[in-house]
């Protein structure tokens, strides 16, 4: 499913006070609209609609992302119909239209409205009105009002994107938000679970709560590596950094240190980031023989790169020799050493396969890894 993500940044939003429009207004130590356009960029292509004067800012504010910027209109429907004709030459096969004062939006608000649109011409995410309601006049209250059946309105909101541009050139103007538009065009849309977090941000204390939200929220990652290698003539092997006087070699492109292999890939998996292949081709010859915690610290300097802290590493050796016991602290503290993580935080441990298979009859070793990376 090709999916574009129109964000609609051209209010002026100053009820949030503050000498900028809020959307360029600092929120956790960036802008709101690079937390809004980071959490969405992983979902499709990104349009941005913005006011025509705020377009230096808006560039530096997607510096190092795919964004496609657009000139909005005087009014929020006219902004979405902008940015909806901007993607129409290379239609995506569904739309999803987002405030950009909603940088918080959990990922499986997104993942709901992308799966409800497998079904549904529209779906949007909304939560139950819970609080009693009343009418009020003058500061007074002079009735209630029934919940039963009330939501509040989230988005990102999503359609079939034909459909919703359809209804935009239709519609006269004035639409509260794009479900309003798709209704009015005949287009059913499903209500999908939205979150308490998707805060939108419109008064000066929003901006707060938006931060401590972002504070709160953590992106964990697992990644697992599984590596294999021959043996061959030698006197010694190189298990997670550390030799070992043994009768025979493994055989490999690098120093075949099959253990540093299994958790350098688990840390790229974490990232989804292929595999050593992807970064070191075995054809490139000055990689002959190489000692693989090049390949480790490279794998450790990107998830530095991408904002993530390794919290633990778990690696597995199989084979029936060499004993591997007698070694682990010392692999341990090497590995914990490139990592820059504290000991406790890397498991090296080793197994046999009873005899069974290539491991079993003692034609090769194997390792399995698991890696855990953590973003704030």
Known sequence: MDIAIVIVAAGRGTRAGGGLPKQWQPVGGKPVARWTLERLAGFGRLCMVIHPDDRTLAAQVCDGLEVTLVDGAATRDGSVRAGLEALAPTAPDVALIHDVARCCVPDAVVQGVIYALETHAGAAPALAVSDALWRGENGLVVGTQDRTGLYRAQTPQGFRFDAILAAHRAHPGGAADDVEVARAAGLDVAITQGDERNLKITLPGDFARATGLLERQMDVRLGNGYDVHAFEEGDHVILCG?????????????????????????????????????????????????????????????????????????????????????????????????????????????????RLGFTGREEGIAAIATATLVRT
């Not at 590995?335 to 009873?354: N, W």
């Open 242 to 354: 550390v030799e070992i006087p043994h009768d025979k070699a493994l055989r490999g492109h690098s120093d075949a240190d099959v253990g540093m292999h299994a958790v350098t890939d688990a840390l790229y998996g974490a990232m989804a980031e292929g595999d050593i292949g992807r970064h070191f081709p075995p054809s490139e010859p000055q990689w002959k023989g190489a000692p693989s915690e090049i390949f480790l610290r490279h794998a450790r300097d990107l998830a530095s790169e991408k904002g993530f802290t390794i919290s633990n590493v778990d690696c597995t050796l199989i084979c029936e020799r060499p004993k591997v016991g007698p070694h682990a602290p010392a692999m341990i503290a090497k590995m914990a050493f490139i990592l820059g993580i504290t000991e406790d935080r890397v498991s090296i441990k080793a197994t046999t396969s009873e």
